[in-house]
């Protein structure tokens, strides 16, 4: 089971940040609730972007081939449950890709490349990834290897000089840890804004395209296309929706089962702290004890000097 949302919440605020995620992407396994939970994690340190894509790209580049693909993986799930919440974070991320994908690409097996041009396809289809990017990236797996970004890790704070103008400022230091970590994101997850804005916009529907026959009163060609055209506006509007509405269900969805792990477990942490606290309040009763019997053998002695003096 995965650790209590508040510690890995917590983790990378105390410490430095770069070594914090260099250790949680090390330690990541191919589940899908390790990868979700790590992404879960960055997310919630989105303000750290810059700092994390570029950790991300380093570790990415350099690691064992068997890994890399791992890593992408992780890279996936960022881009599709991060991009209509923190489209600044999944930037960030897109920005180092543009380099990394191509050197894991051409420096792994054929199997490991049909994997990855598939990932590229489903952000195509999805439109996880702007259609520019997905252009230029389809461009660099074609082309001639590169070598791989320097090693080392990231600048401690800000976007990287050639991605940002100067006057960005950076990034602002993420909330204390402890139970207020964990408090933010349910407080941030409890808004059910997503379905609010989901009900406004259904309220704007032309009602005439909903309500009963809608050509009931065009009376020719032209006005038949401009139901048309506000007919395809309004299955716009309705899709942007249901995407909103289908991430947003996805998010609560990945917390519950992180949240379950953390109750089980913390249920296992309550279960240790009941059987030690009985050990400790049974060695108490026995110190008790014997602290009652040496009371009595000092009485005695006390007793028994007192009639040597008498005699």
Known sequence: HAA????????GEGED??????????????????????????????????????????????APHDRQLLYVYLLNDILQTARRRYPELCNDFVARMLDVLPVVFHSNTQRVRDKITRIVDIWQERGTVADSTLTDIRARLSASPAA???????????????????SVPPPEA???????????????????DVVDRAHEAHGKLPGKLLDGDPTADASGADELAALDREADAAAAVLRGSLDALEADARDRKRLIVLLCAAVE??????????????????KMRALDGAKERIQQVRQEMDAIAQMADDI
């Open 174 to 192: 993420s909330p204390k840890p402890s139970a207020a970590g964990l408090a933010t994101v349910l407080q941030e997850i409890g808004r059910a």
């Open 17 to 62: 940040f770069h070594e914090s995620l260099v250790s949680k992407l090390q330690s990541l396994n191919e589940t899908q609730q390790s990868i979700n939970t790590l992404t879960l994690w960055i997310r919630f340190h989105h303000k750290r972007g810059p700092e994390a894509a570029a950790t991300w790209a380093s570790e990415t580049a350099h």
């Open 148 to 166: 791989p970004p320097p090693s080392g890790p990231p600048p401690p704070s800000g976007p990287p000089p050639s991605t940002a103008p100067p």
């Open 4 to 11: 209590p949302e508040q510690t890995a919440m917590a983790d």
């Open 265 to 282: 477990q913390q249920e296992r942490v309550l279960g240790q702290i009941d059987a030690a606290r009985e050990e400790a309040e049974g």
